[in-house]
C-alpha cells in the first residue's frame, strides 16, 4: 500500500491547529485518509496516527467505532439500507434478506466481484422513501424487491 501523498500528509498536519485538542483531528485526518486511499489499511491508520503524534491503538479505535470507515478495501458501490423504525415498519427486513440473497453476502461484507458492499444503517434521514437505502450517495426509496433488482443491475453495469 502506497504511503499517503504529501498533499494529504500536510492536510492532516493541519487539522490540529483548528481545535483545542489534538485528538479533535483525528476523524477529519481519517477522513483525508479514506479519501486519498478508498480505505484505512494498517500503514494509513500508522501514518495518521504518526502525524497527529496519537497512539496507534487510539486510531484504530476510532477507525473500527465508526461504520463509515472502511478497513477493508470496498466494493465499488456502496449499498447502505436503512434500518431504522421506519424503514423496519414498511419492509426493510425483507428487503435486506433478499439483498443478502440477491449479492449472497451479508451487511458488512463485500460480493467476490467486489461490485458491491452491502452495510446497513441505522438512520439516512429519508423516511419519506421508507423503506430505503443509498446506493452510494443516491437516495432511492421507497423500495421494492423489485426495485432492488433493477437497482443491482443498473449499478452492477456501471
Known amino acids: 500500500m502506497a504511503p499517503l501523498l504529501e498533499a494529504a500528509r500536510d492536510e492532516i498536519r493541519r487539522l490540529p491547529t483548528y481545535y483545542e485538542r489534538r485528538q479533535s483531528a483525528?476523524?477529519?485526518a481519517?477522513?483525508?485518509a479514506q479519501r486519498e486511499l478508498g480505505w484505512l489499511p494498517p500503514q494509513a491508520l500508522q501514518e495518521v496516527a504518526d502525524l497527529l503524534d496519537l497512539p496507534v491503538s487510539d486510531v484504530a479505535a476510532v477507525a473500527s467505532f465508526y461504520r463509515f470507515f472502511f478497513l477493508e478495501p470496498p466494493g465499488r458501490h456502496l449499498i447502505l439500507l436503512c434500518t431504522n423504525l421506519a424503514c423496519l415498519l414498511n419492509g426493510a427486513e425483507?428487503?435486506?434478506?433478499?439483498?443478502?440473497?440477491?449479492?449472497g453476502v451479508r451487511p458488512g461484507q463485500t460480493t467476490p466481484d467486489r461490485a458491491f458492499t452491502f452495510r446497513e444503517s441505522e438512520c439516512l434521514a429519508a423516511c419519506h422513501l421508507a423503506p430505503m437505502m443509498m446506493v452510494d450517495r443516491e437516495r432511492f426509496g421507497p423500495l421494492t424487491p423489485q426495485a432492488v433488482d433493477e437497482l443491482l443491475e443498473r449499478y452492477r453495469a456501471r
Not at 425483507?94 to 449479492?103: C, I, K, P, S, V
Open 26 to 28: 483525528l476523524l477529519p
Open 30 to 32: 481519517l477522513f483525508v
Open 94 to 103: 425483507g428487503l435486506r434478506r433478499h439483498l443478502e440473497e440477491r449479492l
